[in-house]
């Protein structure tokens, strides 16, 4: 029997952000003259997932009409304490004067 692999595999959570811009004009110049207009200037793509109870990571697309680039990558690790060791100021095992 062929076991199914279990890959560390994120679920995340997306999210879109846009600038959706649009217009109507009767001036007879115009190319879009008596037609309303509606145009998606830059829009951000929000991945983010935790991959693990101590680890976070999220990425930011940045999707406009001259292309896709990433705008943002960052991670975070949260942990129970805020240092690996008690700071000395800190520890009430070191005897002070």
Not at 4 to 22: D, F
Not at 67 to 88: L, Q
Request: glycine content about 6%.
């Amino acid at each position: 029997m062929i076991q199914p692999l279990h890959a560390g595999v994120a679920n995340p959570n997306i999210s879109a952000i846009g600038q959706l811009s649009g217009a109507y004009t009767e001036n007879p110049a115009s190319v879009s003259s008596k037609q309303p207009t509606l145009e998606l200037g830059e829009m951000e793509l929000v991945l983010d997932a935790a991959l693990n109870p101590y680890f976070n990571g999220a990425f930011v697309l940045s999707v406009a009409p001259d292309g896709v680039e990433i705008e943002e990558v960052y991670t975070s690790i949260p942990h129970a304490y805020p240092f690996i060791r008690t700071p000395r100021v800190m520890d009430p095992s070191i005897a002070r004067p």
